[in-house]
């Protein structure tokens, strides 16, 4: 079985129907039970809809528990729900609470969600774990920073849980950005959508598809950048 965050739009919806195309069935974890509940009517496959915010401890433990009562073990975690803030800003002119937010869901909530299944994945010896990264987590972003800090203590986040796995294990993490694609997000984040050179999503289909049943194994803690796909 597979759970996605973020599952009831964009980039998530895309990736749960990747994973579903596969022949898992789909966990589809977010905060607007109707988008969800929309992406769940276009897979074909069998489906669990659980509302929750991952920046909570209790719902996150409440959400996963009830995928796993009605699919099955997790066998596959896609880290995507994620945030930016509300608007551009130089760094210490933004709203504090604001900034907080987006630290709390892009990184906060990759923890707990993680924390929640690698467990059990460990337990059973056998899992991966895909944190949808930024490559703004590699370099600033001034207008939206906490966005580019949130994604790059999630990299770093990745990479501790890796090396605690160990480069033998049977449970494999990864980090992996899609690029520059359309999104609600992407789309008020970089200025007008009309000029902007936006990639396809097709490449990070493929990329979560691959890891998902095992064949990019080596990529073990690695960042990937999905759309070059040299990997």
Known sequence: MALVT??????????ARALADEGFAVGLLGRDRAKLEGTAAELDAPTHVVTADVTQPADVERAVAAVIADLGPVDVLVNNAGLREQRSTLPWEAD?????????VNIRGVMLMTSAV????????????IDVGSGAGRRAEPRYSAYSVSKSAALRWMDNVAAALGDDSPVRVVSASPGLVRTDMTETMWGPAVGVDFGSLDPMRRFVRRFATGELDHLHGAFVEVAREGY
């Open 6 to 15: 973020g599952a009831g739009r964009g980039i998530g919806a895309e990736l």
């Open 118 to 129: 690698l467990p059990g994945m460990v337990e059973r010896g056998s899992g991966r774990v």
């Open 96 to 104: 504090p609470g604001d900034w907080w937010q987006v630290m709390a």
